[in-house]
């Protein structure tokens, strides 16, 4: 085996920031660093370190504008108070392996990880071992942990991720599209779906094909280029596009006689590989995403026409969409309420209900009696009273007047 062998293994496997920077309190980071020798080894101090290091594959280090100098260290074994500076460790045999734990805790307002051509911020735990002797007397071994943002509860970032998508619009009173879908928030490594709709207004038109196109938009608020205007990338993440041909000929186009609805999916690539960034705005730096409905309309002259409408989308993690409700009370659970009743109404209770999937259901209530004179007039002083309605559930009569 290795001389030295060292494995970080977190709790977590990516630290998840709740709340906007400002707002956001502080998430815990632990796990343990398992360490296994080869040979005895003469171990002064072993460090934990929670850092984050900016891009280095940049051509240009000024363009390198979207940075983070997040660093935390704690020591989890020093020996430097001892009488020879160091303690010796025998070597681990048996797949046996020394145990030592971190803790950290990540500020709330630390930059989510994020991968652009203006900068990356990539946070990693690093663990150092210092030891004595000739050769190397320093071992490191460090591991990537992305850190995430999501929205608080009954926040207002967090309702915006529960809107749905609608977006509308017509071409020169000849189509009409139509771009639906139940949310405006998808996860990445998931699938987008929407329902796109081609309506006519005109006689004569036909629909060649119909897609949908996922964009990222990466905006730099540092930069900007030879003409004032702030430095952007823009690229094309994952498109669909369906070919659309009448039921009765394959070889020939749909017309457009009336409504037509498309289910469209696309597969949203994983942002851990830098394929998609989340969508994000801070003061350095914002990713937008926007989604297009694309469609070619073919109208009575045979002039091809792309016609695109777009709405804008966000991408969030996965855990941000999944809500966790508390669990509500059901009736089936009603066998934990307490009934305040005396020994003579819960024995009537008891006597007249049945048992229904652990559940009591109270017995069936008498049909109200109405007693009315109608040859006496309401305004005469001999009028009876108004009518009652006597309820009895066991032995608690209500009079309801």
Same mark, same amino acid.
């Given at each position: 085996?290795?001389?030295?062998?060292?494995?970080?293994?977190p709790?977590?496997?990516?630290?998840?920031l709740?709340?906007?920077?400002?707002?956001?309190?502080?998430?815990?980071?632990?796990?343990?660093?398992?360490?296994?020798?080869?040979?005895?080894?003469?171990?002064?101090?072993?460090?934990?370190?929670?850092?984050?290091?900016?891009?280095?594959?940049?051509?240009?280090?000024?363009?390198?504008?979207?940075?983070?100098?997040?660093?935390?260290?704690?020591?989890?074994?020093?020996?430097?108070?001892?009488q020879?500076?160091?303690?010796v460790?025998?070597?681990?045999?048996?797949?046996?392996?020394?145990e030592?734990?971190?803790?950290?805790d990540?500020?709330?307002?630390?930059?989510?990880?994020?991968?652009?051509?203006?900068?990356n911020?990539?946070?990693?735990?690093?663990v150092?071992?210092?030891?004595?002797g000739?050769?190397i007397?320093?071992?490191?071994?460090?591991?990537r942990?992305?850190?995430?943002?999501?929205?608080?509860?009954?926040?207002?970032?967090a309702?915006?991720?529960?809107?749905?998508?609608?977006?509308? =619009?017509?071409?020169l009173? /000849?189509? *009409? $599209?139509?771009?639906v879908?139940?949310c405006a928030?998808?996860?990445?490594? @998931?699938? #987008?779906?929407?329902r796109?709709?081609?309506?006519?207004?005109?006689?004569?038109?036909m629909?060649?094909?119909?897609?949908?196109?996922l964009?990222?938009?990466?905006?730099?608020?540092?930069?900007?280029?030879?003409?004032?205007?702030?430095r952007s990338?823009?690229?094309?993440?994952?498109?669909?596009?369906?070919?659309?041909y009448?039921?009765?000929?394959?070889?020939?186009?749909l017309?457009?006689?009336?409504?037509?609805s498309?289910?469209?999916?696309?597969?949203?690539?994983?942002?851990?590989?830098?394929c998609?960034?989340?969508?994000?705005?801070? =003061?350095?730096?914002?990713? /937008?995403? *926007? $989604?297009?409905?694309?469609?070619?309309?073919?109208?009575?002259?045979s002039? @091809?026409? #792309?016609?695109?409408?777009?709405?804008?989308v966000?991408?969030?993690?996965?855990?941000?969409?999944?809500?966790?409700?508390?669990?509500?009370?059901?009736y089936?659970k009603?066998?934990f309420?307490?009934?305040?009743?005396?020994?003579?109404?819960?024995?009537?209770?008891?006597?007249h209900?049945?048992r229904?999937?652990?559940c009591?259901?109270?017995p069936?209530?008498?049909?109200?009696?109405?007693h009315?004179?109608?040859?006496?007039?309401?305004?005469?002083?001999?009028?009876?009273?108004?009518?009652?309605y006597?309820?009895?559930?066991?032995?608690?009569?209500?009079?309801?007047?």
């Amino acid at each position: 085996m290795l001389y030295v062998h060292t494995e970080i293994i977190p709790d977590v496997s990516s630290i998840v920031l709740r709340g906007r920077p400002s707002e956001a309190s502080c998430e815990p980071l632990t796990g343990r660093v398992l360490i296994r020798l080869g040979h005895s080894l003469k171990v002064k101090r072993i460090a934990v370190e929670f850092q984050s290091t900016d891009a280095r594959k940049q051509q240009h280090r000024r363009l390198n504008t979207v940075r983070s100098s997040t660093l935390m260290q704690q020591d989890v074994f020093d020996a430097s108070g001892s009488q020879t500076g160091h303690a010796v460790w025998p070597a681990t045999h048996g797949g046996c392996a020394r145990e030592l734990p971190f803790s950290f805790d990540i500020p709330g307002h630390t930059h989510q990880s994020v991968r652009t051509a203006f900068g990356n911020i990539v946070y990693e735990l690093r663990v150092t071992i210092h030891t004595c002797g000739f050769g190397i007397n320093t071992w490191t071994q460090a591991l990537r942990i992305p850190v995430y943002r999501i929205p608080l509860e009954d926040s207002g970032w967090a309702l915006l991720l529960a809107g749905s998508m609608s977006v509308q =619009a017509d071409w020169l009173g /000849a189509v *009409e $599209l139509q771009m639906v879908g139940d949310c405006a928030a998808f996860a990445d490594k @998931a699938r #987008l779906c929407a329902r796109a709709i081609v309506r006519p207004l005109q006689k004569g038109q036909m629909l060649a094909d119909v897609g949908l196109r996922l964009c990222e938009k990466v905006r730099c608020k540092n930069l900007v280029d030879r003409f004032g205007d702030l430095r952007s990338t823009q690229h094309t993440v994952c498109e669909e596009v369906q070919k659309v041909y009448s039921p009765s000929d394959s070889l020939q186009m749909l017309a457009l006689d009336h409504e037509q609805s498309f289910d469209l999916v696309l597969d949203v690539p994983s942002a851990a590989a830098g394929c998609i960034q989340y969508s994000m705005d801070t =003061a350095s730096l914002s990713v /937008a995403h *926007e $989604l297009t409905l694309v469609a070619t309309i073919v109208d009575q002259q045979s002039n @091809a026409h #792309l016609l695109r409408i777009s709405a804008p989308v966000r991408i969030v993690p996965k855990i941000a969409l999944e809500a966790s409700f508390a669990e509500l009370p059901e009736y089936s659970k009603s066998c934990f309420d307490r009934l305040l009743l005396d020994s003579s109404a819960e024995a009537l209770v008891a006597r007249h209900s049945r048992r229904n999937d652990g559940c009591w259901s109270p017995p069936p209530l008498p049909p109200p009696s109405v007693h009315f004179d109608n040859d006496i007039s309401a305004d005469s002083p001999t009028a009876p009273v108004p009518p009652s309605y006597q309820v009895c559930f066991g032995s608690l009569d209500v009079l309801i007047v």
